[in-house]
């Protein structure tokens, strides 16, 4: 009988082989153990009838001792299903995850050699940029960073200060590609960004070296809102010059989720206090101007709506919310919160949404200058839709003063959202992303940690 059970997991084997069946799931495992009792109920009936046949005095006897012998011989042969049947890999926890990005993320520092960047890509060794590295510092320093790695943090960062360019006309910062000549507003809302992140970590630098950071990020966050449109009331555009047609939708979101963050992070919040808070309430308001019915548009004129722009839009205004409803003019919050609710109320996660990507046309990142020559090439930006509906969601599953209702919707949506990064086949996808993707899905996925 054993035998018949070992010939017959090796078909099952063959055949998952062959057909891809996977034998690890459950109803399989139950099937097998049923075949298992219905052949020792069956032996036990016909070596009963056999035995009663001769000893027709002593049939209890008999019954009560196959019934034992039976018994004992089917709690020895159940357990051998493990060994013919592969058991289900446990899939790996959130915490996990997040782990293991995290370290991803710092082999790419390490591919790059003794630059302290991290490279633009996990496999190749390609070369570091500061966007890039930015971004990584960003996702590291918000989740579980574990302390002892600081060496490497301001490695980090010593780098992306080295990269600051003076282009002239163009200003202060940093350049998205070399040649170019007018900085990315973008790029130093990152920057800023990640140095907050590194305050609020507490384990980077010495507290004789936080007033030095501190005046630092004070002086990125003065020149993000210097880039502040007046021409528009209020937008942002990629570059320092301000046009009627320059404000772009990422790059006010970027402008104001930098200030916002400034305005909420310790010691740099006591130094500003209010002073950019007309930067912000002016950038919301521009930015509620960008059409947004079902999702926001790249840019004013532009036809195509973004998920994930529009998710990361929500997102920093939520933060703003949080932190003081009043910097939204009026009608402003109220419009926020309806976009909000409606595209929260309405959405469904879809099979590996993390896998999702969106781009901008070249014409909706291009500036041109009134005489028709670019000062702005093409420039292509891509939005992740995962990492931004999980951070929204994330923030609003712990919303004070949020309706239960949407609340408990949000905190449904981020489980199941949560759940996909688990599964074998989006480890495997993001070993093979480049390095920006893996740090902004690792920012929404530590987004709900508190």
């Known amino acids: ?202 384990d980077v630098w010495v507290p004789k070296e936080t007033p030095k950071i501190c005046d630092r990020v004070i002086n990125l966050l003065t020149d993000i809102a210097g880039r502040q449109n007046p021409a528009t009331g209020g937008g942002w555009g990629p570059t320092t010059l301000s046009l009627p047609n320059s404000d772009r939708t990422y790059s006010s979101v970027m402008a104001l989720w930098s200030l916002i963050e400034g305005r909420r992070t310790d010691p740099v919040a006591k130094i500003i206090g209010s002073r950019f808070d007309n930067n912000i309430r002016n950038g919301i308001a521009a930015l509620m101007n960008v059409p947004h019915e079902g999702g926001w548009l790249a840019r004013i004129g532009s036809s195509e709506t973004h998920h994930g722009l529009t998710f990361q839009a929500l997102y920093v205004l939520s933060l703003i919310a949080a932190c003081d409803p009043h910097l939204f003019k009026m009608n402003n919050l109220e419009d926020f919160e309806n976009q909000r609710r409606t595209l929260v109320t309405g959405m469904v996660v879809s099979p590996a949404a993390y896998q999702m990507l969106e781009r901008t046309s070249g014409d909706d990142q291009t500036v041109k200058l009134p005489d028709g020559r670019n000062i702005q090439e093409p420039f292509y930006v891509t939005f992740f839709p995962f990492p931004w509906s999980l951070a929204l969601l994330h923030h609003m599953a712990h919303e004070q003063g949020l309706e239960h209702r949407l609340q408990s919707k949000a905190s449904e949506l981020a489980y199941e959202l949560e759940q996909q990064v688990r599964s074998p086949e989006a480890i495997a996808y993001f070993r093979k992303v480049d390095t920006y993707e893996l740090a902004e899905n690792l920012i929404g996925l530590e987004s709900g940690e508190k």
């Open 1 to 202: 009988m054993l035998g018949a059970l070992a010939k017959a997991a090796d078909i099952f084997n063959s055949i998952r082989k062959l057909y891809g069946m996977d034998l690890s799931a459950p109803y399989i495992r139950v099937g097998v153990i049923a075949m298992i009792v219905l052949i020792h109920f069956a032996c036990g009936v016909v070596f009963y009838r056999q035995a009663a046949r001769k000893l027709h005095w002593r049939r209890w006897l008999i019954a009560s001792g196959i019934a034992i012998v039976l018994a004992a011989f089917l709690w020895r042969t159940i357990p051998l299903v493990n060994d013919y049947l592969p058991s289900r890999p446990q899939l790996p926890s959130v915490a996990d995850v997040e782990i293991s990005w995290t370290q991803q993320l710092f082999d790419t520092q390490t591919d790059t050699g003794a630059s302290g960047g991290f490279g633009t890509a996990q496999t190749g060794n390609h070369p570091p940029d500061a966007w890039t590295s930015a971004q990584a510092l960003n996702a590291i320093l918000r989740g579980r960073y574990k302390s002892g790695r600081s060496a490497e943090i301001q490695k980090a960062f010593t780098y992306i200060n080295d990269g600051k360019v003076n282009v002239g006309v163009g200003g202060y910062g940093w350049v998205a590609q070399s040649g170019d000549q007018w900085p990315r507003t973008e790029i130093t809302a990152w920057v800023a960004l990640a140095y907050l992140s590194s305050l609020r970590s507490g």
